[in-house]
């Protein structure tokens, strides 16, 4: 499956942004997706993650509340509403995709990578 995040820019702290990562190549609805991030000098990090018929999700817990991770499989999109966005939430976001029921929140349990969309918050 190929994946191609958009929807990242340079908005303002309290403000939103809504991230999508559009599949291709592959039934969309046979993968559990998950955002990831990576900061300058950090490693990439877990967001949120979702199952393949959207009944279970699971955020880290620095965007709980903030952040929502959703999907249109019939739109064969992956979603990320991100809200009251703060400076620490800067980074370059990517989506991914695996085979599986469950719901993962490991970079290494993810086969597929989309390109990364950066998001910059000023403070």
């Known amino acids: 499956v190929q994946l191609q995040a958009s929807g990242g820019g340079l908005v303002q702290a309290g403000g939103s942004l809504r991230l999508s990562c559009a599949a291709s190549?592959?039934?969309?609805?046979?993968?559990?997706m998950g955002w990831f991030r990576q900061a300058p000098g950090k490693e990439r990090e877990f967001v949120a993650a979702?199952?393949?018929?959207?009944?279970?999700?699971y955020v880290t817990d620095s965007v709980k509340g903030r952040f929502t991770i959703s999907r249109d499989n019939a739109q064969n999109t992956l979603y990320l509403q991100m809200n009251s966005l703060k400076s620490e939430d800067t980074a370059v976001y990517y989506c991914?995709?695996?085979?599986?029921?469950?719901?993962?929140?490991?970079?290494?349990?993810?086969?597929?990578w989309g390109q990364g969309t950066q998001v910059t918050v000023s403070s």
């Open positions: 991914a995709a695996t085979r599986g029921d469950g719901v993962y929140h490991r970079p290494g349990s993810y086969a597929y």
């Open positions: 190549g592959r039934t969309f609805s046979n993968y559990a």
């Open positions: 979702i199952n393949w018929d959207d009944n279970g999700t």
